[in-house]
């Protein structure tokens, strides 16, 4: 009888210890999902920073192109302006002969002449900066589709090198992760990752 309860009893202990370890192991698995999630989320977060911050340049150096383009055309307009008054003021006074008028008849001529020129300065000056526009507009929507195509394939890139990861990690060609940072970071988003 004292035997067959020895016998119970380290059966007992045995199965009480299989259980600890078990539920030992179940804790440890959950600990670590649980820092891989954190880490992962970490990860995410980062890159979202990154993101906001890359996006917060792009649109600082458009700013500046924008101005520096701005004071550009400033410059071009004003260089145009007195080109225009003066080829348009020569013209008029050789077409009315102001040379040959009296003082009185010659200055009313040139405040014709003047506001005349201002008119179509102001015409064409109105046709130059719509069509400056409309070359604006053009290059800003080739500009974010392609700031839109290389997100995309920035994306994709990602995408497909943390699923391929564990099969072509230690022989992946030079280049094609910008920098060794990067490469860390897909590992850490792919945990079945080993360098080689």
């Given at each position: 009888m004292l035997r067959r309860d020895e016998i119970f009893q380290k059966m007992k202990a045995e199965q009480e210890?299989?259980?600890r370890e078990k539920q030992l192991l179940e804790e440890l698995r959950e600990?670590?999902?649980?820092e891989e999630g954190a880490a992962l989320q970490r990860q995410r977060e980062q890159e979202e920073i990154q993101k906001r911050e890359r996006q917060k340049r792009e649109m600082q150096e458009a700013e500046r192109i924008a101005r520096l383009q701005k004071e550009q055309q400033r410059a071009e307009e004003q260089r145009m302006e007195q080109e225009f008054r003066r080829a348009m003021l020569q013209k008029f006074a050789e077409d009315d002969k102001l040379e040959q008028l009296n003082a009185a008849k010659r200055r009313m001529k040139e405040l014709e002449h003047k506001r005349e020129v201002e008119r179509l300065w102001k015409d064409k000056l109105e046709m130059y900066r719509a069509e400056k526009e409309r070359e604006l507009e053009e290059r800003r929507i080739k500009e974010e589709e392609e700031r839109r195509r290389q997100a995309i394939?920035?994306?994709e890139k990602e995408r497909l090198l943390r699923e391929h990861l564990p099969s072509i990690d230690g022989f992946l060609p030079k280049g094609l992760v910008e920098k060794p940072k990067d490469l860390q970071t897909l590992r850490r988003?792919?945990?079945?990752?080993k360098p080689r």
């Amino acid at each position: 009888m004292l035997r067959r309860d020895e016998i119970f009893q380290k059966m007992k202990a045995e199965q009480e210890r299989e259980l600890r370890e078990k539920q030992l192991l179940e804790e440890l698995r959950e600990e670590l999902q649980k820092e891989e999630g954190a880490a992962l989320q970490r990860q995410r977060e980062q890159e979202e920073i990154q993101k906001r911050e890359r996006q917060k340049r792009e649109m600082q150096e458009a700013e500046r192109i924008a101005r520096l383009q701005k004071e550009q055309q400033r410059a071009e307009e004003q260089r145009m302006e007195q080109e225009f008054r003066r080829a348009m003021l020569q013209k008029f006074a050789e077409d009315d002969k102001l040379e040959q008028l009296n003082a009185a008849k010659r200055r009313m001529k040139e405040l014709e002449h003047k506001r005349e020129v201002e008119r179509l300065w102001k015409d064409k000056l109105e046709m130059y900066r719509a069509e400056k526009e409309r070359e604006l507009e053009e290059r800003r929507i080739k500009e974010e589709e392609e700031r839109r195509r290389q997100a995309i394939i920035r994306e994709e890139k990602e995408r497909l090198l943390r699923e391929h990861l564990p099969s072509i990690d230690g022989f992946l060609p030079k280049g094609l992760v910008e920098k060794p940072k990067d490469l860390q970071t897909l590992r850490r988003t792919n945990p079945t990752s080993k360098p080689r």
